[in-house]
């Protein structure tokens, strides 16, 4: 399977190692506005691919990913250059909403004359409004990571008070 991440960030780098450390894909091409920056974190992740699985990783630009079946975006401004990092704040990550939307307006087109048939995952805050995104610009298969996210974020703010301290940092409740 080849497989596309466009944004190699923090997230966008920690997909590619969660994929090669999986054995999720054979080929993985890794696209950045900043194209050093893709061919380092495709280079870095590459040197220790042998030791995991057999796959080609490699930065490219969008023609690179014609034949790719899932592509995953995690490119866009996040929470801490977007000012979404205040907790108690309502509007939360949807504060960067308008400027990731404006990242997506440049990406989609350029995805959608390669690969229109592509399973879209969207990483990027605010991923389920992002997600709607996608759908509204003509891709029909269309993932978010945000339902799950905010999900652990619930189990991890509600376990300590029902099931005492310790719950949802990773250990187990007796």
Known sequence: MKIGIIGSGAVGSACLLALVLRDSAREIVVLDRDRKRARAIAMDIGYGAPLASVVDIGDGDYPDLAGAEVVIISAGINEKSGGATDRSDPAGRLRLLDANVGVYRDILPRLSAVVPE????????????????????????????????????FRHHLAPARCGAGVGRGRRAR
Do not use: K
Request: hydrophobic letters at 45%; a negative charge.
């Open 118 to 153: 592509a399973l879209v995952l969207v990483l990027t805050d605010p991923p389920d409004p992002l997600a709607d995104f996608v759908r509204a610009a003509g891709f029909g298969r269309v993932l978010s990571s945000g339902t799950y996210l905010d999900s652990l974020r």
